[in-house]
Protein backbone atom coordinates (compact mmCIF):
# COMPACT_ATOMS: atom_id res chain seq x y z
CA UNK A 1 0.00 0.00 0.00
CA UNK A 2 1.18 3.61 -0.34
CA UNK A 3 2.44 5.62 2.67
CA UNK A 4 4.32 8.70 2.99
CA UNK A 5 6.85 9.27 6.15
CA UNK A 6 7.80 12.40 7.14
CA UNK A 7 10.66 11.30 10.21
CA UNK A 8 10.90 14.91 11.27
CA UNK A 9 7.87 15.93 13.61
CA UNK A 10 9.16 19.47 14.79
CA UNK A 11 11.95 20.92 13.45
CA UNK A 12 13.19 24.34 14.73
CA UNK A 13 15.81 26.68 12.58
CA UNK A 14 17.08 30.36 12.81
CA UNK A 15 15.75 33.20 10.52
CA UNK A 16 18.28 33.01 7.39
CA UNK A 17 19.35 29.65 7.96
CA UNK A 18 18.61 26.88 5.53
CA UNK A 19 15.68 24.07 5.55
CA UNK A 20 15.33 20.87 4.60
CA UNK A 21 12.50 18.57 5.41
CA UNK A 22 11.94 15.07 5.04
CA UNK A 23 9.76 13.05 2.97
CA UNK A 24 10.17 9.19 1.76
CA UNK A 25 7.27 7.29 0.14
CA UNK A 26 6.40 4.26 -0.89
CA UNK A 27 4.33 3.60 -4.42
CA UNK A 28 5.11 1.24 -6.88
CA UNK A 29 5.21 3.00 -9.77
CA UNK A 30 5.97 6.82 -10.89
CA UNK A 31 4.57 8.95 -8.08
CA UNK A 32 2.74 12.66 -8.51
CA UNK A 33 3.99 13.69 -5.01
CA UNK A 34 3.14 17.20 -3.76
CA UNK A 35 3.93 19.31 -0.10
CA UNK A 36 1.50 21.12 1.60
CA UNK A 37 2.17 24.18 4.00
CA UNK A 38 -0.75 24.72 6.25
CA UNK A 39 -0.52 27.73 8.62
CA UNK A 40 -2.96 27.04 12.12
CA UNK A 41 -6.21 26.57 12.05
CA UNK A 42 -5.94 27.14 7.91
CA UNK A 43 -6.35 24.88 5.23
CA UNK A 44 -3.79 23.28 2.73
CA UNK A 45 -1.81 25.58 0.04
CA UNK A 46 0.31 24.01 -2.55
CA UNK A 47 3.43 24.77 -2.32
CA UNK A 48 5.03 22.65 -4.88
CA UNK A 49 4.36 19.05 -6.65
CA UNK A 50 6.05 16.60 -8.86
CA UNK A 51 4.83 14.68 -11.85
CA UNK A 52 7.05 14.01 -14.16
CA UNK A 53 10.70 15.37 -15.94
CA UNK A 54 12.95 17.38 -14.54
CA UNK A 55 13.22 16.44 -10.70
CA UNK A 56 14.11 19.52 -8.86
CA UNK A 57 10.84 21.16 -8.99
CA UNK A 58 10.36 24.86 -7.81
CA UNK A 59 7.70 26.40 -5.82
CA UNK A 60 5.96 29.26 -4.25
CA UNK A 61 7.85 31.23 -1.23
CA UNK A 62 11.07 30.16 -2.51
CA UNK A 63 10.60 26.53 -1.74
CA UNK A 64 12.21 23.85 -4.04
CA UNK A 65 12.27 19.87 -3.98
CA UNK A 66 14.20 17.28 -5.18
CA UNK A 67 12.70 13.97 -6.52
CA UNK A 68 15.01 10.98 -5.92
CA UNK A 69 13.68 7.60 -7.23
CA UNK A 70 16.37 5.83 -5.73
CA UNK A 71 15.90 6.88 -2.50
CA UNK A 72 12.14 7.08 -3.03
CA UNK A 73 12.29 10.97 -1.39
CA UNK A 74 10.95 14.44 -2.03
CA UNK A 75 12.94 16.59 0.29
CA UNK A 76 11.77 20.14 0.36
CA UNK A 77 14.27 22.77 0.88
CA UNK A 78 14.86 26.75 1.32
CA UNK A 79 17.84 28.00 1.71
CA UNK A 80 17.23 30.74 3.17
CA UNK A 81 13.79 30.43 5.80
CA UNK A 82 12.00 33.60 7.17
CA UNK A 83 10.12 33.85 10.24
CA UNK A 84 6.73 33.69 8.34
CA UNK A 85 7.59 30.44 6.94
CA UNK A 86 6.34 28.54 10.69
CA UNK A 87 4.06 26.14 9.88
CA UNK A 88 2.97 22.11 9.37
CA UNK A 89 4.38 20.94 6.31
CA UNK A 90 2.89 18.08 4.71
CA UNK A 91 3.96 15.78 2.53
CA UNK A 92 1.36 13.94 0.16
CA UNK A 93 1.70 10.94 -3.01
CA UNK A 94 -1.41 10.24 -4.83
CA UNK A 95 -2.72 6.88 -4.42
CA UNK A 96 -4.32 5.92 -7.60
CA UNK A 97 -7.25 4.38 -8.51
CA UNK A 98 -10.57 5.58 -9.34
CA UNK A 99 -10.14 8.63 -6.87
CA UNK A 100 -6.51 9.76 -6.89
CA UNK A 101 -6.95 10.30 -3.37
CA UNK A 102 -4.14 11.92 -1.40
CA UNK A 103 -2.07 9.95 1.19
CA UNK A 104 -0.84 12.63 3.82
CA UNK A 105 2.35 12.22 5.82
CA UNK A 106 1.69 13.14 9.53
CA UNK A 107 3.63 16.57 8.59
CA UNK A 108 6.68 18.42 10.42
CA UNK A 109 5.69 21.45 12.46
CA UNK A 110 8.60 23.96 11.97
CA UNK A 111 9.40 26.96 14.61
CA UNK A 112 11.35 29.74 13.59
CA UNK A 113 13.46 31.53 16.17
CA UNK A 114 14.68 35.38 15.35
CA UNK B 1 -12.21 32.70 -10.11
CA UNK B 2 -13.79 31.65 -7.07
CA UNK B 3 -11.82 28.88 -5.14
CA UNK B 4 -13.10 26.39 -2.61
CA UNK B 5 -15.40 27.50 0.27
CA UNK B 6 -16.80 25.92 3.53
CA UNK B 7 -19.21 26.62 6.12
CA UNK B 8 -19.23 26.48 8.83
CA UNK B 9 -16.11 27.62 9.68
CA UNK B 10 -16.29 26.42 13.29
CA UNK B 11 -19.01 23.90 15.06
CA UNK B 12 -19.22 22.39 18.36
CA UNK B 13 -21.91 19.40 18.93
CA UNK B 14 -22.47 17.22 21.53
CA UNK B 15 -21.43 13.01 21.15
CA UNK B 16 -24.43 11.46 19.54
CA UNK B 17 -26.05 14.34 17.45
CA UNK B 18 -25.55 14.83 13.64
CA UNK B 19 -23.80 17.37 11.47
CA UNK B 20 -23.57 18.68 7.99
CA UNK B 21 -20.94 20.85 6.56
CA UNK B 22 -20.93 21.94 3.46
CA UNK B 23 -18.54 22.60 0.70
CA UNK B 24 -18.77 24.90 -2.76
CA UNK B 25 -16.21 23.21 -5.37
CA UNK B 26 -13.76 25.86 -7.43
CA UNK B 27 -15.50 26.81 -10.79
CA UNK B 28 -15.21 24.25 -13.11
CA UNK B 29 -14.41 22.00 -11.35
CA UNK B 30 -16.75 18.34 -11.14
CA UNK B 31 -15.28 16.10 -8.18
CA UNK B 32 -15.10 16.92 -4.47
CA UNK B 33 -13.06 14.88 -1.91
CA UNK B 34 -13.49 15.45 1.96
CA UNK B 35 -10.68 14.50 4.52
CA UNK B 36 -10.49 14.29 7.80
CA UNK B 37 -7.41 15.97 9.76
CA UNK B 38 -7.06 15.07 13.61
CA UNK B 39 -5.47 17.19 15.72
CA UNK B 40 -0.91 16.20 15.07
CA UNK B 41 -2.25 14.24 12.10
CA UNK B 42 -2.30 14.58 8.24
CA UNK B 43 -5.55 14.30 6.58
CA UNK B 44 -6.90 11.33 5.59
CA UNK B 45 -9.26 10.39 3.02
CA UNK B 46 -13.27 10.27 3.61
CA UNK B 47 -14.91 9.56 0.32
CA UNK B 48 -15.15 11.35 -3.12
CA UNK B 49 -18.09 12.19 -5.34
CA UNK B 50 -18.08 13.05 -9.47
CA UNK B 51 -21.29 13.97 -10.96
CA UNK B 52 -23.00 13.16 -7.77
CA UNK B 53 -22.37 9.97 -7.35
CA UNK B 54 -19.66 8.32 -4.29
CA UNK B 55 -16.97 7.73 -6.37
CA UNK B 56 -14.58 6.20 -3.89
CA UNK B 57 -14.50 5.68 0.18
CA UNK B 58 -11.80 5.46 2.74
CA UNK B 59 -11.57 3.48 5.70
CA UNK B 60 -14.27 5.39 7.67
CA UNK B 61 -17.66 3.77 8.99
CA UNK B 62 -21.34 4.63 7.45
CA UNK B 63 -22.43 7.11 9.46
CA UNK B 64 -20.16 9.20 7.40
CA UNK B 65 -22.54 9.75 4.25
CA UNK B 66 -22.11 12.77 1.48
CA UNK B 67 -24.06 14.42 -1.15
CA UNK B 68 -23.03 15.65 -4.61
CA UNK B 69 -25.62 18.39 -5.86
CA UNK B 70 -26.10 19.08 -9.93
CA UNK B 71 -24.34 23.07 -9.29
CA UNK B 72 -21.29 20.28 -8.00
CA UNK B 73 -21.57 21.85 -4.59
CA UNK B 74 -21.05 18.86 -1.90
CA UNK B 75 -22.21 18.38 2.16
CA UNK B 76 -20.58 15.74 4.63
CA UNK B 77 -23.22 14.01 7.13
CA UNK B 78 -21.56 12.41 10.24
CA UNK B 79 -24.54 10.57 12.37
CA UNK B 80 -24.01 9.74 15.79
CA UNK B 81 -21.25 12.06 16.78
CA UNK B 82 -18.04 10.52 18.64
CA UNK B 83 -15.82 12.32 20.60
CA UNK B 84 -13.24 11.05 18.01
CA UNK B 85 -14.69 12.93 15.56
CA UNK B 86 -13.64 16.24 16.67
CA UNK B 87 -11.44 17.41 13.57
CA UNK B 88 -10.61 19.28 10.62
CA UNK B 89 -12.61 18.62 8.01
CA UNK B 90 -11.09 19.89 4.67
CA UNK B 91 -12.96 19.88 1.07
CA UNK B 92 -10.71 19.73 -2.07
CA UNK B 93 -12.02 19.66 -5.47
CA UNK B 94 -10.77 18.60 -8.43
CA UNK B 95 -11.19 19.41 -12.66
CA UNK B 96 -12.89 15.49 -13.13
CA UNK B 97 -12.42 12.11 -11.92
CA UNK B 98 -8.96 10.92 -11.90
CA UNK B 99 -7.23 14.46 -11.92
CA UNK B 100 -4.09 14.09 -9.18
CA UNK B 101 -4.60 17.94 -8.28
CA UNK B 102 -6.97 18.83 -5.91
CA UNK B 103 -7.67 22.21 -4.68
CA UNK B 104 -8.04 22.81 -0.77
CA UNK B 105 -10.80 24.82 1.09
CA UNK B 106 -10.02 26.62 4.76
CA UNK B 107 -12.02 23.43 6.51
CA UNK B 108 -14.54 23.15 8.99
CA UNK B 109 -12.98 22.68 12.39
CA UNK B 110 -15.56 20.44 14.65
CA UNK B 111 -15.24 19.76 18.18
CA UNK B 112 -17.61 17.02 19.65
CA UNK B 113 -18.42 17.45 23.25
Known amino acids: AQSVTQPDIHITVSEGASLELRCNYS??????LFWYVQSPGQGLQLLLK??????LVQGIKGFEAEFKRSQSSFNLRKPSVHWSDAAEYFC????????????FGTGTLLAVQP | ETGVTQSPTHLIKTRGQQVTLRCSSQSGHNTVSWYQQALGQGPQFIFQYYREEENGRGNFPPRFSGLQFPNYSSELNVNALELDDSALYLC????????????FGPGTRLTVT
Open chain 1, 27 to 32: YGATPY
Open chain 1, 50 to 55: YFSGDT
Open chain 1, 92 to 103: AVVSGGATNKLI
Open chain 2, 92 to 103: ASSLGQGEVEQY
